[in-house]
């Protein structure tokens, strides 16, 4: 801004000042209320606003006098603004404390309101209460209430006495018939009788086997010799011993009255007839603690009947759905349609049979639990292993998903089952039968996860994968053995360390009796190789085989991804950070080492042989470096957002992987680092050869050449070149990559062009030659994306020292003059003016 017109803005700023100084500061209570309000501050915006802007800053703030007027009248308006603000305070307060005072006053009064009809409501409950219990005291048409009852409670007493009593004489007349008959007619008679006749027979008839073992020790054939004499136990002579052996009567007609009732069970099964069965039911749970009539109510469902005879049926599914399970870039297609259809079937049977148990059994738990571990044990498990037996013949990827798919399902079957009810329905189940669902899901699949079996599958299946997925791109690497003149005929440099007989090592595993068939076929298919039934085939490579793809690392990846997922679903919490620790191992070693880091050593022994040669540098290597750079961005963003989270509960683990893959991606980071100062050093070497192709007589011409303007040709070729390196390093790199090499090459390229000149002596036409070149230089590195990597105007010294060849003696002398630390720079270049020796330039030179 020029000094008119800062004047112009400080005589604005001062009569604004005016204006609001005059009308004075606006501002309410909400100012003050506000959480960020500072004093501080509030003093200094009413100054800042009463100093005229003249007076803030200028030159000529420090000649004029300080005028404390416009602060005088800030404050004062300031002042009594806040005094009007103080008295609306005091006034809102005094009518808020009116308002408080008269709602205290209304609640008090309605506490004591609800106090007296609390102590009245206390009042009536005791007089109620007092009249309830019959108080003596009390002479209320109630006093007599608690006497009924305790009428009514002495009659049901003597009614259960009067009914012990019968139980005793027909007991006392059954010990007797047996003891001394050896029969129990009463019994038989009873047990003939309908209805519920069985169930009090039963009863009677475990009484009398009590009352055996008590008053007839000798009659039990379960008594050694002179029976508990022997055992040091005294006799008590409560009753003569019976002829006859009571013990062995009784246990008889207790056989045969078990089977009668399990026979009435099962008749009353079929009817259905459920208070029958409960009533056998009870009756039973005397004899083996009910676990016959338990056993006879679950092996005669009609559900373990029909699945015994299908229990040879074959697995569904179209071969499609079999391929698709095996197939590591197909969507899993689920769990197995017979499997499927089990436990749909068994969610329907168990959720409506569980009402059936509470209705027929007084100890519904016990049964309903006998009968899913039946369920389990037998029909599920049998389907399950006839499923995963089928996927393992497959391949071991087919086994894991299957598996995967399998308990997926079955715990969804558990937690269906736990949320129903059951004999709880509709509220969720009791926490013992829910703990016997978690136990059955969990034995299901215990052989399958003991010791560390189930990640050496996983291990196995991705280690198969990675290996065919890389095989061409390995033989590839081993089969280039010398060293080639085209990038991609370099990627061979790691060949001997990293697989010198890899195909004979990959079929002779492929070869090997524990891989099946079908995971051979498809293994190969991944690694796109035609089997040969007859020999072992020779796979043939081409130059795309040893180019780094996107696809290829995001397969890895997905795959990797795949495994993971399985692991949290079906591993055990505390062992997934060592699972995921020996998953990323593999990744590292095969997308870090086998991959990126063999392409990146091929790019840079590729580079290196370019350094020198005298044909332009093959830069073909630049575009590769681009799908380098997103793979190992895609590797780390997985580490980092997925799988590292995943190991925090285990701290040694975490930092082990934080260690492995730090040294991978630094190993990484170091070697696409060190490819780009190759290639920038193989540019630079090229620009060189360029510029020392420059004739003496370019910037020395003739007067008519001078005058066709241009550039020279050693320019030419350098600005060809360069573009043509710069378009592909767009290509391969972005961000801040490909600015930093930019920036390096215009640095590069800036430091030989003014070694450069210095060998050249330049006429005062010579001068306008070099401006021309430089010009290019200049708009050539003006073109590039460099950001904020390349200090603004680093070209420009190029524009300077080309004008040290054309300016006349006076501005050379000024040149001089302001050159500073450059001083002696310049005077390099002066002395390459072809007129150096003139007076005009030597005074120019003697004059600083």
């Known amino acids: ?113 609800l106090g007296r009809k609390l102590e009245q409501a206390i009042e009536r409950f005791q007089r109620l209460d007092s009249s309830l219990n019959g108080n003596a005291n009390d002479d209320g048409p109630d006093a007599g209430g608690n006497a009924a009852v305790r009428i009514g409670e002495r009659l049901e007493e003597l009614d259960r006495q009067r009914q012990r009593a019968k139980d005793a004489e027909k007991l006392i007349l059954c010990w007797q018939e047996v003891s001394e008959r050896g029969e129990l007619s009463i019994l038989e008679r009873q047990r003939q009788e309908p209805g519920d006749a069985k169930v009090q027979c039963a009863h009677i008839a475990r009484q009398l086997l009590k009352l055996s073992a008590r008053l007839d020790p000798e009659g039990t054939p379960h008594v050694n010799g002179a029976g508990n004499a022997q055992n040091g136990v005294r006799k008590r002579p409560i009753a003569q011993a019976s002829r006859h052996p009571t013990r062995e009567i009784i246990e008889k007609f207790l056989e045969e009255l078990e089977q009668d009732l399990l026979a009435q069970f099962d ?92 209705k027929v059994f007084p100890y519904h738990d016990e049964v309903l639990a006998r009968f899913i571990q039946r369920i389990f044990q037998q029909s599920i498990q049998q389907r399950l292993e006839m499923v995963l037996e089928k996927a393992s013949q497959l391949s071991s990827l087919a086994f894991l998903r299957a598996l995967q798919a399998a308990r997926s399902y079955i715990a969804q079957l558990v937690d269906e089952l736990k949320s129903h009810g059951l004999t709880e329905h509709p509220e969720p189940v009791t926490s013992q039968l829910a703990a016997i669902l978690d136990q059955q899901l969990e ?41 080639p003149t085209s990038y991609f005929g370099s990627l061979a440099q790691r060949g001997k360390e990293l697989a010198a007989s890899a195909r004979e090592a990959y079929m002779d595993k492929l070869d090997s009796t524990d891989i099946p068939v079908t995971q051979k076929a498809m293994l190969l298919r991944i690694a796109g190789v035609k089997e040969d039934p007859s020999n072992k085939p020779d796979i043939e490579v081409t130059e795309e085989d040893g180019k780094v793809s996107l696809a290829t690392a995001k397969r890895m990846l997905k795959w990797l991804a795949e495994g993971v997922g399985r692991g949290l679903e079906l591993s055990p919490g505390n062992e997934t950070p060592k699972d995921v620790q020996n998953l990323l191992n593999l990744l590292l070693t095969h ?256 004059a600083v």
């Open 1 to 113: 801004m020029s000094r008119a017109n800062a004047d112009s803005a400080s005589l604005l700023s001062y009569s604004t000042s005016r204006t609001v100084s005059n009308r004075g500061p606006a501002f309410s209570l909400e100012n003050f209320s506000n959480r960020d309000f500072i004093v501080k501050d509030f003093i200094e915006a009413l100054s800042d606003a009463a100093v005229p802007a003249s007076r803030k800053s200028g030159p000529s703030s420090t000649q004029q006098a300080f005028d404390p007027k416009p602060l005088i009248r800030t404050f004062e308006h300031a002042l009594s603004r806040l005094n009007n603000l103080s008295q609306e305070l005091e006034e809102q307060e005094t009518e808020q404390a009116g308002a408080v005072r008269r709602a205290e006053n209304q609640h008090n009064q309605n506490v004591e309101t």
């Open 591 to 846: 997308m870090g080492e086998i991959y990126l880091e063999t392409a990146l050593d091929s790019a840079s022994a590729h580079v290196a042989s370019q350094e020198n040669l005298k044909t332009p540098p093959d830069l073909t290597h630049l575009p590769s470096l681009h799908t380098i750079t997103t793979i190992l961005h895609l590797l780390q963003q997985t580490m980092t957002t997925i799988l590292l989270p995943l190991c925090r509960p285990n701290l040694t683990i975490h930092r082990e992987i934080e260690k492995s893959t730090s040294s991978t991606l630094a190993t990484l980071e170091s070697k696409l680092s060190n490819i780009l100062n190759l290639t920038i050093t193989a540019t630079l070497n090229w620009v060189s050869k360029c510029l020392a192709q420059q004739k003496k007589t370019d910037f020395r011409p003739k007067d008519e050449d001078a005058l066709t303007g241009g550039e020279t040709l050693a320019c030419q070729q350098v600005v060809q070149f360069l573009t043509r390196a710069a378009s592909q390093s767009t290509s391969a790199l972005s961000g801040r990559n490909l600015s930093l090499f930019l920036s390096e090459l215009a640095r590069g390229l800036r430091s030989l062009v003014l070694d450069h000149l210095r060998k050249f002596v330049v006429s005062l036409q010579g001068g306008i030659v070099v401006s021309g070149d430089t010009t290019a230089y200049i708009n050539l590195v003006r073109g590039w994306p460099t950001g904020e990597d390349l200090e603004p105007g680093a070209m420009d010294i190029l524009k300077d020292v080309a004008a040290l060849f054309i300016v006349l003696p006076e501005a050379l002398r000024e040149r001089l003059r302001n050159a500073g630390s450059d001083l002696q720079e310049m005077k390099v270049y002066v002395m390459k003016r072809e007129d150096v020796g003139s007076v005009g330039v030597q005074a120019a030179l003697n």
């Open 443 to 483: 034995d299901l699949f215990v052989p399958y996860f003991v010791g560390s079996s189930y990640i050496e599958r996983e291990k196995k299946n991705l280690e198969e994968l990675y290996t065919s997925l890389l095989l061409k791109f390995t033989l590839y690497h081993s089969r280039r053995q010398k060293m």
């Open 267 to 358: 008749e009353c099964y079929r009817r259905p007839n459920f208070d029958g069965m409960r009533e056998c039911a009870i009756a039973l749970r005397d004899f083996n603690d009910g676990s016959t009539v338990i056993s006879t109510y679950v092996n005669q469902h009609p559900f373990f009947i029909e699945r015994q005879n299908l229990i040879t049926e074959e697995l569904s599914g179209d071969t499609e759905t079999w391929d698709r399970l095996q197939d590591p870039d197909a969507e899993p297609p689920g769990v197995e349609p017979t499997l499927q259809s089990l436990i749909d079937e068994i969610r329907i049977v168990v959720q409506d049979d569980s009402g059936v148990i509470k």
